[in-house]
């Protein structure tokens, strides 16, 4: 039972670059969710997905964009990534209990 | 908006000694609240969760919380320190039936031999 996964686990891209985050899970769970974990900031919700074709936004979309055309997967893109996006992503899924599930997390260094 | 304030960023204890890491929220609704614990290089688990009842909860590796509505905390003890809890504990909270969780800041544990 793989539960959630996300790759690549380690990217280095560079300034302007788009990098897209992958997020798959296999319990069908409804939701899901994108966060940033940053030293000092806990982590912060970028974007969530009640169901397939349902997203909005979370404490920090600015610079993300967010699809979910299955409802096992959750792709994250930085359209044009920026040094402030270097961060550990990391994706959560919830199956309508109020327990979130986490991926094991992709760092991303933006160059 | 609810909120949540770990007081301490990095806590020290000595193997066998008190755990106490401390949580605050604010809610302007009955919140959920939980514990999570990330060990190095991990995604976050669930370590316990308050929804209802019973207000001291019991998660796994004998760690508790116990929420205090009177006190606005959800403080996460345990009696005696193991090497292997150091990780980083994040409090968070749910205003009651809404899927949006909002994490603390993070209190990393360290456990001194």
Redesign the interface.
């Known amino acids: 039972d793989a539960g959630i996964t996300q790759s690549p686990r380690y990217k280095i891209t560079e300034t302007g670059r788009q990098v897209t985050l992958m997020c798959h899970q296999t319990w069908s769970h409804s939701?899901m969710?994108w966060?940033r974990q940053d030293l000092?900031?806990?982590?912060?919700?970028i974007y969530?997905s009640?169901a397939a074709d349902i997203t909005d936004k979370?404490e920090v979309p600015d610079g993300y964009v967010v699809s979910r055309s299955k409802t096992e997967n959750f792709p994250l893109t930085l359209e044009s990534a920026t040094r402030s996006q270097t961060s550990v992503y990391?994706c959560?899924t919830?199956g309508g209990t109020?327990?979130?599930y986490?991926?094991?997390?992709t760092r991303l260094t933006v160059l | 908006a609810q909120s949540v304030t770990q007081l301490g960023s990095h806590v020290s204890v000595s193997e066998g000694a008190l755990v106490l890491l401390r949580c605050n929220y604010s809610s302007s609704v009955p919140p959920y609240l939980f514990w999570y614990v990330q060990y190095p290089n991990q995604g976050l688990q669930l370590l316990l969760k308050y929804t209802t009842g019973a207000t001291l909860v019991k998660g796994i590796n004998g760690f508790e919380a116990e929420f205090k509505k009177s006190e606005t905390s959800f403080h996460l003890t345990k009696p005696s320190a193991h090497m292997s809890d150091a990780a980083e504990y994040f409090c968070a909270v749910i205003p009651g039936g809404y899927q949006k969780v909002t994490f603390g800041t993070g209190t990393k544990l360290q456990v001194i031999p």
Not at chain 1, 40 to 45: A, D, I, K, T
């Open positions: 939701y969710f966060y000092g900031h806990g982590l912060r919700l969530y009640a979370g990391f959560a919830n109020d327990t979130q986490f991926g094991p997390g």
